[in-house]
């Protein structure tokens, strides 16, 4: 710890508290009214508890600890994700965090000082484990703790509490600013694919529309592809902007305006995990469309030689725009590489005098085209739209030139939306490091001033240890199965 007020001092934490005494309850004495809180129940950081569950609720079938009101609790498993809480409730917790009891020490002090940057940083310092990192007991007592005068820890604590709150707010304030930037691209997609974006353009050229030519369905895409869909009922009330058309997938197959649908179905020909490498064409499954709508070739496996040779389906080319279909339904992104689909994705290729990929990406996020999808999905065990599903889904094209158009206009609003996303990114990556440097201030004696008459940290230290040898040793609840 860096040099800190004359009339503090530099201890440990297991100086003060006793951490790690927790009394296990088995479920049989646990009270049902009490609340039961378990460390998915604190939200990473912030500390709010996401939910409140009572013993009778959750009906535990194993020991849990005891806190009391007024107590701390701390998340040892994943001591990154920064999980406390300063309870004023009674209750039980799970084994994995530790109910701290602040005895004369001022609960909220000792509430930030395990949030603070000394605390996390020597935490990070010592954690065991890989995968579930976990705070050992004996690491936690030797960590660094500095004790401010009874009076003070109080000055401190208040004025927490109202800088913290003010932080807080201004991140409120952030996420709203995200949510009306993500509104604002929904509402972009919606009255792209609606005419609503395009109605001037219309108006100046009302000559224009988009003509399906009537030509034989290619053989490699007659296979599963219908000879007649209906239109489903969640969008057959839409109005059709004038010069635009109604298609199905399967109809603009017929007529040419798509030249080819498929997923990557390769069915026995399915390589083997060991089978995929870091050489060879990219092979995109639907975690590698990205919701940005890139897809990263990068992180995708790689096939090649045998494996690759076997396959027969699923070559998508530079500029087919590709749907994930199955899992996470609905990201999209054009294709700008040779790369081979997984059984998650769909590629569309399209004949570009008819029907601009950089439109159909566009349509296929859109109100008009998801809630097709979610019906679909809605009749399905999991998330799922089966490439004879997509060959019924219906599109709404505009012509060309207004395609074009509409292309151009969404891709200046997002570039707008881009923009402000990022000036509020870096607002918000400030306002988070401003948490940690008030805090960094406070166990530093840097917040509050320091008040000549209050009573020296020895003392309260006396007082603290004086209490600790006066309490009984808390028992420890017998681990047997509960009944």
């Excluded at 792209?192 to 109605?199: P, V």
Aim: a positive charge; glycine letters at 6%.
């Amino acid at each position: 710890m860096n040099e800190l007020p004359s009339n503090w001092l530099a201890l440990t934490l297991g100086d003060v508290v006793d951490y790690g005494s927790n009394q296990n309850v088995q479920p049989s004495s646990m009270l049902a009214s009490h609340w039961m809180i378990e460390l998915e129940d604190i939200e990473r950081d912030t500390s709010r508890i996401i939910s409140k569950t009572s013993v009778e609720q959750r009906k535990p079938q194993s020991a849990k600890s005891k806190f009391q009101a007024g107590d701390v609790l701390y998340g040892k498993l994943r001591p990154y994700l920064n999980k406390v809480l300063h309870v004023d409730f009674a209750g039980y917790c799970s084994n994995e965090i530790i109910a701290i009891t602040p005895g004369e020490l001022n609960a909220r002090y000792l509430y930030y000082f395990l949030k603070s940057p000394i605390f996390l940083s020597y935490v990070s310092a010592v954690t065991h484990g890989v995968r579930m990192p976990r705070l050992g007991t004996e690491q936690a007592r030797s960590a660094p703790f500095p004790l401010a005068p009874a009076s003070e820890q109080k000055r401190i604590a208040q004025k927490l509490d109202i800088l913290v709150a003010q932080v807080n707010a201004l991140k409120a304030h952030i996420d709203r600013i995200l949510r009306l930037i993500e509104r604002l691209r929904e509402s972009t997609l919606s009255s792209a694919s609606s005419g609503m974006l395009s109605e001037d353009w219309r108006s100046l050229n009302p000559g224009a529309k988009f003509q399906l030519h009537s030509t034989q369905l290619s053989a490699r895409t007659r296979r599963g592809v219908p000879s007649h869909v209906a239109m489903p009922d969640a969008i057959s009330s839409f109005n059709v902007p004038s010069g635009w058309i109604w298609a199905s997938a399967a109809e603009l197959l017929r007529a040419g305006a798509f030249i080819d649908i498929k997923d990557g179905n390769h069915g026995t020909n399915h390589p083997k995990s060991n089978e995929l490498g870091t050489d060879g064409l990219p092979f995109v499954t639907a975690a590698n469309v990205l919701a940005t709508g890139r897809i990263d070739y990068e992180a995708a496996p790689k096939i090649s030689g045998t494996p690759l040779s076997r396959i027969r389906v699923g070559f998508a080319e530079p500029g087919d725009v590709v749907f994930t279909h199955k899992g996470t339904v609905g990201r999209v992104a054009i294709n700008d590489r040779s790369c081979v689909l997984t059984p998650q994705t769909t590629y569309y290729r399209l004949d570009s005098s008819q029907v601009s990929s950089k439109y159909l990406r566009i349509f296929l996020q859109s109100p008009l085209f998801t809630a097709q999808t979610a019906v679909v999905k809605s009749q399905t065990t999991r998330d799922f739209v089966p490439i004879t599903a997509q060959y019924a889904l219906f599109h709404l094209l505009p012509p060309l030139p207004e395609q074009l158009e509409i292309v151009r206009r969404v891709e200046r609003l997002f570039s707008i939306a881009e923009q402000l996303e990022a000036k509020v990114a870096t607002a918000k990556q400030r306002i988070d490091a401003l948490t940690q440097s008030i805090l960094a201030k406070a166990f530093r004696g840097e917040l509050v001033p320091q008040d000549p008459n209050d009573e020296p940290a020895g003392v309260l230290l006396e007082r603290i240890r004086a209490q600790r040898a006066a309490a009984p040793k808390p028992k420890r609840g017998r681990k047997v199965a509960a009944n």
